[in-house]
């Protein structure tokens, strides 16, 4: 069975920074795409970070610059670094190794 735990959510000021994890079991992870979504109430699913087989990686607009998406294969684990954190950063974060999802993070950034 293939299982994605994440960590790393919580609360945290504007300005501020978290990083994401996501271990997963049960798969070769180093032949899987995976990247990162977010979603918050009300709005749609967004795709805030990609990471191909080779490394290479993408980010929309609205994240370039202050998230940073790594993996560890030794490890199987895969990171989201965010940094300058924004309120509209606000979002359920869900990682995504192939076709499966973890099980979602509550970020907030607030004061």
Not at 31 to 48: C, D, H, S, T
Request: net charge positive.
């Amino acid at each position: 069975q293939v299982q994605l735990v994440e960590s790393g959510g919580g609360l945290v000021q504007p300005g501020g920074s978290l990083r994401l994890s996501c271990a997963a079991s049960g798969i070769a992870f180093s032949v899987n795409a995976m990247g990162w979504y977010r979603q918050a109430p009300g709005k749609q699913r967004e795709l805030v970070a990609l990471i191909q087989v080779l490394g290479n990686t993408d980010y929309p607009d609205s994240v370039k610059g202050r998230f940073t998406v790594s993996r560890d294969n030794a490890r199987n684990t895969v990171y989201l670094q965010m940094n300058s954190l924004k309120p509209e950063d606000t979002a359920v974060y869900y990682c995504v190794i192939g076709r499966h999802w973890g099980q979602g993070t509550q970020v907030t950034v607030s004061s």
